[in-house]
């Protein structure tokens, strides 16, 4: 399999905690890919129309793309115990997990192309202030549902791990831990895994 990633990216990120702890890295040949909503990749958007990483290829050809897609296909290629629960309320709490988690690194994203790459004059205040309202409101219901960040590893924590590392990447000043007690102890233990500290963005 060919995963086409940038090292920075945290949905990247996602894919390589899952491959990690399931033991199935070695499968994976790492293609360093540029994305960027703004220069097209003709080669990244030959294998994925909306242009973004990851995107796995796989050996039959195909391509997958989204982290959670390329997560659950990952999730059914090794024996060990299921990142995505297979069904009932344990499923979709994983699966809300994500999609907060996601939706953080969404906004965080959208906020962070407004600042860093789209021109002083065309930049637009209240939009960042939107995006940045999101991600706090994220993690205030975090910081409040942290029991559900417990138990055997699980795609939700995965994706809230990765949301949180990126704001410490990117939004530094912004100290989300203040007055998240919680959630930052969650996760100061989960950032402790080797995965965690193997996928640290750099750059
Ligand atoms: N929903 C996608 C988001 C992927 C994404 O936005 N990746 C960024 C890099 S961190 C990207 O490729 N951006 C290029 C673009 O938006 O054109 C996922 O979960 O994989």
């Known amino acids: 399999m060919k995963l086409l990633y940038s090292p920075t990216s945290p949905y990247v990120r996602k894919v390589m905690i899952l491959a990690l702890e399931r033991g199935l890295e070695k499968k ?3 293609v360093p890919t540029a994305a960027n909503p703004v220069q097209a990749n003709r ?8 242009g973004k990483v990851p995107a796995l290829q796989l050996d039959n050809g195909m391509v997958l ?15 060990g115990a299921k990142v995505f629960p297979a069904s009932g309320a344990r499923r979709f709490k994983a699966l809300r997990l994500q999609a ?11 906020a962070r192309y407004e600042t860093a790459m789209r021109p002083e004059n065309l930049r637009w205040p209240e939009w960042i202030d939107g995006q940045k309202r999101k991600f706090a409101q994220g993690l205030d219901t975090l910081e409040k549902e942290v029991a559900d960040l417990g138990g055997g590893l699980s795609i939700g924590q995965i994706a809230v791990a990765c949301a949180l590392g990126y704001l410490d990447f990117r939004y ?3 100290n989300w831990r203040k007055g998240r007690p919680k959630l930052a102890a969650w996760y100061t233990k989960f950032s402790q895994k080797k995965s965690m500290q193997a996928t640290q963005p750099q750059g």
């Open 43 to 50: 080669d990244l958007d030959k294998a994925n129309p909306l």
């Open 65 to 79: 793309f989204d982290s959670p897609v390329i997560c659950e296909y990952l999730d059914s290629r090794h024996k």
């Open 172 to 174: 530094a000043d912004m």
């Open 100 to 110: 907060i988690g996601d939706g953080m690194l969404d906004a965080a994203l959208l």
């Open 28 to 30: 994976i040949e790492k």
